[in-house]
T-cell receptor, first 111, second 114 residues
Framework: DGGITQSPKYLFRKEGQNVTLSCEQN?????MYWYRQDPGQGLRLIYY???????QKGDIAEGYSVSREKKESFPLTVTSAQKNPTAFYLC??????????FGPGTRLTVL | GNSVTQMEGPVTLSEEAFLTINCTYT??????LFWYVQYPGEGLQLLLK?????DKGSNKGFEATYRKETTSFHLEKGSVQVSDSAVYFC?????????????FGKGTKLSVIP
């Protein structure tokens, strides 16, 4: 079945550590996105990529980094520069339509 | 800039009650509009969409009509079930700054009690 997978489902980070969240899709979509979800805040766009080897900052990119070396993969690194990283992170992808398909999410907690 | 405003929750309804979740938007150009649903601990699923004025999106008994004159896209369902308990997000596609970007409302939590 086609879809988006994210791993791990839960992630714990100590302060000062960088962590990388995985996102893989087999939908053959060109565009991929990372969102952050906080309670009562809706979803906010961190980074997006419309083609391989190209990506753009979203609304809240500070403290995050991404890469897009393969069409199927769009990993997100939460760096130690991100002051409040505890949140639910969602990856999405889209094809030729505006509709975005979402993965199941990764819940990151800073200890 | 673009923005989406949803009615604040939580909303609690009895089974078989009528549901309305209000959504209004501010946007330049002619955005597409969406309703997404999120069940506890999961990602978002597209519920319905409308791409131009007066379009009606529908799915699983839910409906929403793209009203350009009132810049609204209210979600309705005639008879809710316990399984409809979830968080509902209204969203619009941005035009101009990157065709693929979505702007989301803050979400409305719906609880349906038997």
């Amino acid at each position: 079945d086609g879809g988006i997978t994210q791993s791990p489902k839960y992630l714990f980070r100590k302060e000062g550590q960088n962590v990388t969240l995985s996102c893989e899709q087999n939908l053959n979509h060109d565009a991929m996105y990372w969102y952050r979800q906080d309670p009562g805040q809706g979803l906010r766009l961190i980074y997006y990529s419309q083609i391989v080897n190209d990506f753009q900052k979203g609304d809240i990119a500070e403290g995050y980094s991404v890469s897009r070396e393969k069409k199927e993969s769009f990993p997100l690194t939460v760096t130690s520069a991100q002051k409040n990283p505890t949140a639910f992170y969602l990856c999405a992808s889209s094809g030729t339509e505006y509709e975005q398909f979402f993965g199941p999410g990764t819940r990151l907690t800073v200890l | 800039g673009n923005s989406v405003t949803q009615m604040e929750g939580p909303v609690t309804l009895s089974e078989e009650a009528f549901l309305t979740i209000n959504c209004t938007y501010t946007a330049t150009g002619y955005p597409s509009l969406f309703w997404y649903v999120q069940y506890p601990g999961e990602g978002l699923q597209l519920l319905l969409k409308a791409t131009k004025a007066d379009d009606k999106g529908s799915n699983k008994g839910f409906e929403a009509t793209y009203r350009k004159e009132t810049t609204s896209f209210h979600l309705e369902k005639g008879s809710v079930q316990v399984s409809d308990s979830a968080v509902y997000f209204c969203a619009l596609s941005r035009s101009g700054a990157g065709s693929y970007q979505l702007t989301f409302g803050k979400g409305t939590k719906l609880s349906v009690i038997p």
